[in-house]
């Protein structure tokens, strides 16, 4: 029989049912029965204990005669006959024993006589005693003795155990019948259970076909046939349910079958896609490429008339002209960078500048388009906003360029405020925010969703009206995200909107700070119509410690100017004001300023020249204003904030293989006042380092022999500890990711070729923190010969920006560079040949550390490209390379054959400002 084994089994609860009460019942029963067994054992001893009582009083009448004790004697061996009784004894009144018969007492009797009938136990034995009387004279009773019988009761003890054990024995016998009972009930259930249970587990594991034998009670057998019921229809629905998966199984593979054969179509399709999109980014970098080069033009000679003497009013336009120019090839830009941005090729750049700067040049930009509109652009800073920071102002130019540009569109009347804030600065990296805060139209919260998404605009309507792609809002999302920064709109329908975004921006250390002291304490009556442009105006003029005298209207002003002195007379009329109106003040004898719109009616006034007005467009710039208020006191050269302070103290050396590159760098470094030391190898730089000190060292990484790495090590074994040389990296490729390893040779930065005049100054005012003498602002490159187009192969604009407009320098690197062109051809085949990549690999470097300041941008690419893969290794696809450079270097070689440098780098004669 199997026992359940747990207490929750259905088994236990069955056993325990059917066996506990009939246990229970049986128990009880067998309890009344021994009870009552002892009861009748007892009673049956008390009953001889009577009679052997009787008997003694009976005896001890006869036993006073002493002619009786043969008959007591007979008597006794009666008595003992019977199975209780031990022994009988017969004492005399002294207490000595007579007569004895049976079993000779273990203990002393005569101790427990009495005068009375006694009863008592000692020793296993039950003792009675009656004390022997007589009758004697006079009727007198006297004591002859005492008459003592002894009874064992074990016999009674025996029949009562031998009662319980059968009473147990019968209670067992009927516990044991019970529990096989109770086992067969418990079979009964338990196996058409166990069935039922296999069965469901067959038909979980998917085995459908097994059934339950169908035995047991009624409910049992009712039970089986619903479970093998329930198996019957499983079966069925399983059968039914393959049918379906086959079905559908063949289906899928004829869909399968369709969308490979689709698969095939789509890849094709998409290959022809990848071409005409391949073909598109060519047509589209050689179209705007074919558009720069006339632009560039443009730029250069109106950066040179720039450099003449020139009127206010001139210099004006030739802003304007010069920065819608600029404008042009940013929007050319735009398309080109979406495409880049889509690829994930665009490469941001690190670089010093000023924030205020780029965001007054971005105003400037735009400042024709709001003057159509009748908008003023004002900009404000916040005072604790950090303006010397460290990014890529192009990029951030083109997201500022976009937002404001589209709050011109959308808005017809008011202004666009554009403000900064330092929201947080951590570890040196300032989080700034800048906001585009317009009086248009607004955006409603459905159109907000999808503005910065390509091709996309608030309104399908506004195109036509407004104009534009709506690619604006999508590139400056995505070069901000890329800049690490977040961009949004808040908005609300006919309030206007505010576009934000945020940036995380180094703060650059070291920097030079003009001060602005040449117009401290003076005195201006200003008159402003807008508000908003009184609020800036008066925020500059304060931050140059000028005391600002407010007037509300021109009258105003001019009853002012007539009672008090003041420096300047500064107005800021409305646009529809007259000269008519203005006569009164343009009479007066103090320094007059006048701002207004560059195409309002005053703009091209000749009576406001005649007057000697100095005339403002707005928007207004900080330092050009400045500028201006400076001129009109004829005040000399001192803290304009176009001048920097020469330190003739700084001493820099310069180490490059490349004597192209080295020219460069150390003229660059000489027109800054620096004294530059030139060393064409690591080993040239020790040995110089010997004799001379210097203060920092622009170092190339890549160099034959002993490189840059090996070099800084050497410097920083030599050098005292307290003494320590910056050391600055000069690479053609992006050592960002490679960083630690400079740090290791003990470098302490790094920057790319090219570098430019502006970068030289910001390095050596970190690492020095001097402030080298650097060109103005508005100085342009030389203009050059533009008689015949342009193209990939020669970019002469660029080859003069990257002389800083130095058109002899320009010329002299381009020429460094044709020369030795046959011999980097043969040199870079042969190598190639002799498959020596580690020479190929120096000679590719130097040719490409050559073409990063020369203005070559196909042989750039070309050589830069080739000295990628040779670096990372990529051999496979080095026969490509190799061959678009030895082509790049022949157009290059015929172009310089056609086109004669000295003319084309002619520098238009400039008269002194």
């Not at 001893?45 to 001890?60: P, Y």
């Not at 992006?734 to 630690?740: E, F, L, S």
């Not at 990549?837 to 550390?849: C, E, I, K, M, P």
Request: aromatic content about 6%; overall charge negative; hydrophobic content about 40%.
């Amino acid at each position: 029989m199997r026992l359940p084994i747990s207490s929750k089994s259905l088994a236990f609860k069955i056993q325990q049912l059917a066996v506990l009460p009939l246990a229970l019942a049986l128990a009880l029963f067998a309890a009344g029965a021994l009870i009552n067994h002892v009861m009748s054992a007892q009673e049956a001893e008390h009953e001889q204990n009577q009679l052997a009582t009787r008997w003694l009083l009976t005896m001890s009448r006869h036993a006073t005669s002493p002619d009786n004790r043969e008959f007591l004697q007979t008597a006794f061996d009666d008595m003992l006959e019977m199975p209780h009784v031990s022994g009988i004894y017969l004492f005399n009144n002294s207490g000595e024993l007579l007569i004895k018969q049976g079993k000779r007492p273990d203990i002393n009797l005569s101790s427990s006589l009495s005068d009375s009938l006694k009863h008592w136990s000692d020793a296993g034995h039950n003792y009675y005693s009656v004390p022997i009387w007589r009758t004697g004279p006079r009727g007198v009773s006297i004591q002859d003795g005492w008459l003592v019988m002894s009874v064992n009761p074990a016999g009674v003890v025996i029949r009562q155990y031998q009662g319980a054990a059968l009473i147990l024995a019968c209670l067992l016998a009927a516990f044991a019948v019970m529990m096989i009972m109770a086992w067969r009930l418990t079979r009964s259930v338990e196996v058409p259970i166990h069935n039922v249970q296999k069965t469901l587990q067959d038909f979980n594991r998917q085995n459908l076909e097994s059934r339950v034998p169908v035995s047991g009670s009624v409910e049992m057998q009712t039970l089986a046939h619903n479970v093998n019921e329930l198996g019957e229809r499983l079966l069925h629905e399983q059968n039914n349910i393959r049918q379906q998966i086959d079905l559908a199984t063949s289906e899928l593979q004829e869909t399968l079958d369709q969308v490979e054969i689709q698969s095939i179509e789509l890849d094709l399709a998409r290959k022809k896609a990848v071409q005409a999109n391949k073909i598109k980014t060519e047509f589209l970098a050689n179209t705007s490429h074919e558009i720069r080069t006339p632009i560039n033009g443009i730029l250069g000679f109106t950066n040179l008339l720039l450099k003449s003497p020139l009127t206010t009013q001139q210099r004006e336009y030739l802003r304007t002209i010069a920065h819608s120019s600029q404008g042009l090839l940013t929007i050319i830009n735009d398309i080109l960078d979406f495409s880049r941005l889509e690829e994930d090729k665009l490469i941001l750049d690190s670089t010093p500048f000023n924030l205020r700067q780029i965001i007054e040049e971005t105003l400037q930009v735009l400042a024709p388009a709001a003057s159509e509109k009748q908008l003023y652009l004002v900009a404000l800073q916040g005072s604790d906003t950090p303006l010397n920071l460290i990014g890529d102002a192009l990029r951030i130019k083109q997201v500022l360029t976009n937002l404001i540009g589209n709050a011109i569109k959308f808005t017809d009347h008011g202004h666009i405020l554009i403000t900064t804030e330092l929201v947080d600065v951590h570890s040196n990296i300032a989080q700034i925010r800048v906001r585009v805060t317009d009086t248009g139209i607004g955006i409603n919260h459905a159109s907000k969703a999808s503005l910065f998404e390509a091709f996309q605009q608030a309104d399908g309507s506004d195109n036509r009206l407004r104009g534009g792609t709506g690619l604006g809002l999508a590139i400056a999302k995505k070069l901000v995200d890329k800049m690490g920064g977040s961009i949004d709109i808040d908005s609300n329908p006919e309030t206007g909107a505010c576009a934000w975004f945020s940036l995380p921006l180094p703060i650059q250390q070291n920097t030079f700070e003009p001060k602005y002291q040449s117009l401290l304490n003076r005195r201006a009556a200003v008159m402003v119509e807008i508000p908003i442009l009184a609020q800036q105006l008066t925020t500059y003029l304060n931050q140059w410690g000028i005391k600002v005298v407010s007037f509300g209207s021109l009258q105003k002003l001019l009853r002012g100017a007539e009672n008090d002195n003041f420096d300047w007379l500064i107005a800021l009329p409305k646009r529809d004001t007259t000269v008519g109106e203005l006569e009164p003040l343009l009479k007066m004898s103090q320094p007059k300023v006048i701002g207004t719109l560059p195409d309002s009616a005053l703009a091209y006034n000749e009576r406001v020249q005649e007057m000697e007005a100095n005339l403002v467009f707005l928007p207004l710039s900080h330092d050009h204003l400045y500028q201006v208020l400076r001129d009109a006191l004829h005040l000399p050269a001192g803290d304009s904030p176009l001048e920097r302070v020469i330190d003739k103290s700084a001493r820099v050396m310069v180490v490059d293989d490349n004597p192209a590159n080295l020219q460069l760098v150390c003229t660059f470094l000489q027109a800054m006042g620096v004294q530059a030391v030139g060393a064409k190898s690591g080993m040239d730089a020790l040995e110089l380092l010997k004799h001379q000190k210097v203060d920092l060292i622009f170092m190339d990484v890549q160099m034959p022999g002993m490189d840059g790495l090996e070099a800084s090590r050497r410097i920083r074994q030599a050098e005292p500890e307290n003494q320590r040389i910056p050391i600055i990296a000069l690479t053609a490729h992006d050592m960002g990711q490679q960083m630690a390893e400079l740090r290791h040779a003990g470098m302490d930065d790094y920057t790319t070729k090219p570098i430019s005049e502006q970068q030289l100054a910001h390095f050596i005012q970190h690492w020095l923190g001097k402030a080298p003498s650097i060109q103005p602002a508005l100085a342009a490159p030389a203009a050059v010969n533009l008689a015949f187009p342009q193209s990939a192969i020669m970019d002469l604009q660029e080859a003069l920006r990257l002389a800083n407009g130095k058109s002899d320098l320009a010329r002299d690197m381009l020429h460094n560079l044709t020369s030795k062109l046959g011999d980097d051809a043969e040199t870079i085949v042969e190598l190639y040949r002799q498959k020596d990549l580690q020479s190929l690999q120096d000679r590719v470097h130097r040719l490409y550390g050559g073409c990063c300041y020369c203005g070559v941008p196909e042989l750039r690419q070309a050589s830069g490209q080739l000295d990628n893969y040779l670096v990372n290794g990529y051999h496979e696809q080095l026969d490509d390379a190799v061959n678009a450079v030895v082509k790049a270097i022949q157009r290059l070689r015929s172009w310089a054959d056609e086109h004669d440098l000295d003319t084309l780098f002619e520098v238009t004669p400039q008269a002194a400002p």
